[in-house]
């Protein structure tokens, strides 16, 4: 079959380097340069490796993804980094067992409390009873109020904003349940890694139009898509099958055809936006050599540091400190649209406590952001979860929403893509 994928991050990737093997031809559109979706990267002057706009890691059991990488000769550094909390402007490592048993911030029946809560998250492989539950009353409930107000309440509300009221202990499930204390991270970056998958599939004949924006998507005996490329030419594609890999607001924006009950559907799957501020210091910002560290004090404006280079060797960025702040936003809210000068100035009350003497390091810095990153999954989000299977015969769905009860993540993207693959190789 001739197979039309809309959307060139990891879940189109997978989609196409699979259907390739199945012998069908296949050509992928994406608006964005270069591959990757929310896991793209770029390059500064002097560095030799990639750099993602948003940050990335992957766990060690996170099999799909680490097969692909394997199955295409890719190399992935792992590595034990140091995530740590930041609360009443101190730093404390908690990333074990035994760092959660000797946290000094709560006392030995609250550290007890909340070690076996999390034990009993980790290793419960049944999500689907957990749907039903709100993770804030039962995390308040279980955990006790001192371990709940001082640790996990303020980065629900920092990540989840309004919405942290309504979020299924699913998500929490999923955050707890599958993380693993080693990382894993794709040699030269993850716009390297992408890069790889598309000259893997460019060697299968697959073809690739970046910078191509989907005017519209229609329906009939076949699928055509009508794009539109960086220069302003119009083209119309005719496929017998289109897979698309958009956020559910972006799919009902290019097709049309889609009945009103159909849409209404995919207009209650609400989510937030990713903002992401990059700082290029001579020197760490964290100096215990943290990788992670999550901000918990309600209301920051910021919800986590992240210091790449305490994981990644700063030699293949130029011998600079990268660092990560980071924020999930509404699409709507005033940091979406805030110059980086200003948006380093909000953000600058929270970065002086961790540490004061940053701005003398400091070489440049950048923002990016994304309009969708965050699904919100609130109890009961099976029920809402798109099908595969769309109105439009010819026409699939396979987005960020849809990788529950997991959460968002290239591996599941990877996951996403094979599915996909093979119900339309099977169509």
């Avoid at 600058?348 to 701005?359: A, E, F, G, Q, R």
């Avoid at 929403?401 to 599915?419: M, S």
Wanted: charge should be positive; proline fraction near 5%; glycine fraction near 6%.
């Amino acid at each position: 079959m001739k197979i039309g994928i809309i959307g060139a991050g990891f879940t189109g990737l997978a989609a196409a380097y699979e259907l390739q093997k199945k012998g069908h031809s296949v050509t992928v559109f994406e608006r964005d340069q270069e591959p990757g979706g929310l896991a793209v990267g770029y390059k500064e002057k002097d560095w030799d490796w990639t750099l993602e706009k948003h940050y990335h890691h992957w766990f060690t059991n996170d099999n799909f993804v680490l097969n692909l990488a394997r199955e295409i000769n890719h190399h992935v550094i792992i590595k034990r980094p140091k995530t740590s909390v930041f609360i009443k402007g101190k730093s404390y490592q908690l990333d074990s067992p035994k760092a959660i048993l000797t946290f000094s911030q709560l006392s030995l029946i609250d550290r007890l409390r909340m070690s076996i809560v999390l034990a009993f998250l980790r290793f419960n492989p049944f999500w689907k009873p957990l749907e039903k539950i709100n993770a804030i009353r039962f995390l308040s409930k279980t955990m006790g109020g001192r371990a709940f107000s001082l640790l996990w309440e303020p980065q629900l509300r920092n990540k989840m904003g309004k919405y942290a009221q309504e979020i299924s202990l699913v998500w929490f499930w999923t955050r707890i349940n599958k993380r693993t204390p080693s990382l894993a991270y794709p040699e030269g970056g993850f716009l390297t890694f992408a890069k790889h998958v598309v000259e893997e599939i460019k060697k299968q004949k697959g073809t690739f139009y970046f910078q191509t924006e989907i005017v519209e998507l229609t329906d009939s005996d076949k699928a055509t898509v009508k794009t539109k490329n960086a220069k302003g030419k119009e083209e119309s594609f005719i496929f017998d099958r289109v897979i698309v890999t958009l956020p559910s607001f972006l799919f009902l924006k290019i097709t049309p055809q889609l009945p009103d009950d159909y849409r209404n559907k995919l207009v209650r799957l609400r989510g937030l936006g990713a903002s992401n501020m990059i700082l290029r210091l001579t020197k760490p910002f964290l100096h215990d050599g943290t990788y992670w560290l999550s901000i918990c004090e309600r209301d920051s404006p910021v919800m986590v540091v992240v210091q790449h280079t305490n994981l990644i060797d700063k030699k293949h960025f130029n011998n600079e400190h990268l660092l990560y702040v980071g924020n999930y936003l509404e699409p709507t809210s005033p940091e979406f649209t805030m110059t980086k000068e200003e948006l380093l100035k909000h953000y600058d009350s929270t970065l002086v406590k961790i540490n004061p003497d940053y701005k003398k390091a400091l070489i440049s810095y950048r923002v990016f952001r994304a309009p969708f990153a965050q699904p919100i999954v609130p109890t009961g989000y099976s029920k809402l979860l798109p099908a595969f299977i769309t109105p439009l015969k010819n026409i699939y769905l396979a987005n960020i929403e849809q990788v529950y009860p997991w959460d968002r993540g290239t591996n599941y993207a990877v996951e996403l893509g094979q599915k996909i693959a093979r119900i339309v190789d099977n169509s």
